[in-house]
């Protein structure tokens, strides 16, 4: 079955970069996309890029001067780097599968939590 | 960006209540809207795609409607599992946007 799993740091220093990973499994990146979406405690939820099945990128414009996302197909593995961390990017990060034809995002990470302090 | 505003923010009702979740939105987005349940300690749950459509698994009392630019999650019989806070998401245009959230609890 379909499965997405993040990982990373639960603690990054103010100014640093944030990576995270996230392993899927029971699909193919090839031929499905994957998003990024974070949740700052008690706030809602922010749709941060997706990484397409072709290895084509989108971003959020209010972070994609400090937002890439990139993949290993071989792995199975879709990468999140974010520079510049400062405290409001304290959050909980998913990734998530966008389902076909219709579809919005139809499988989840458990998500990781990552918290910006010194 | 398209806002959606969800009404309203918090509200509580009884068990076999029916119960009506409205989602917004700032532009036309056609029928790209979905609903989001989410619980404490875990990932949303999608509910509702493509405005109108159920989700896998999920029960069928749940159901999505659209009105022009409107938005609405109803829940024809309130059950206790059901508490949680309901996310609308458009995806039809960049960037991808969220509701503020509605947050049901149980009277």
């Known amino acids: 079955q379909v499965q997405l799993k993040e990982s990373g740091p639960g603690l990054v220093q103010p100014s640093q970069t944030l990576s995270l990973t996230c392993t899927v499994s029971g699909l193919s990146l090839t031929s499905n996309s994957v998003s990024w979406i974070r949740q700052p405690p008690g706030k809602g939820l922010e749709w941060m890029g997706v990484i397409w099945s072709n290895g084509g990128t989108d971003y959020n414009s209010a972070i994609k001067s400090r937002l890439s996302i990139s993949r290993d197909t071989s792995k199975s593995q879709v990468f999140l780097k974010m520079n510049s961390l400062q405290t409001e990017d304290t959050a909980m990060y998913f990734c998530?599968?966008?389902?076909?034809?219709?579809?919005?995002?139809?499988?989840w990470g458990q998500g990781v939590m990552v918290t910006v302090s010194s | 960006d398209i806002q959606l505003t969800q009404s309203p923010s918090s509200m509580s009702a009884s068990l076999g209540d029916r119960v009506s979740l409205t989602c917004q939105s700032s532009?036309?987005?056609?029928?790209?809207l979905s609903w989001y349940q989410h619980k404490p300690g875990k990932p949303p749950k999608p509910m509702i795609y493509y405005a109108t459509n159920l989700a896998d698994g999920v029960p069928s009392r749940f159901s999505g409607s659209r009105s022009g630019s409107d938005y609405s999650l109803t829940i024809s019989s309130l059950e206790s599992e059901d508490t949680a806070i309901y996310y609308c998401?458009?995806?039809?245009?960049?960037?991808?946007?969220f509701g503020a959230g509605t947050k049901l609890e149980l009277k």
């Open positions: 998401l458009q995806y039809d245009e960049y960037p991808y946007t």
């Open positions: 998530a599968r966008i389902g076909s034809g219709y579809r919005d995002f139809d499988y």
């Open positions: 532009q036309g987005i056609g029928n790209y």
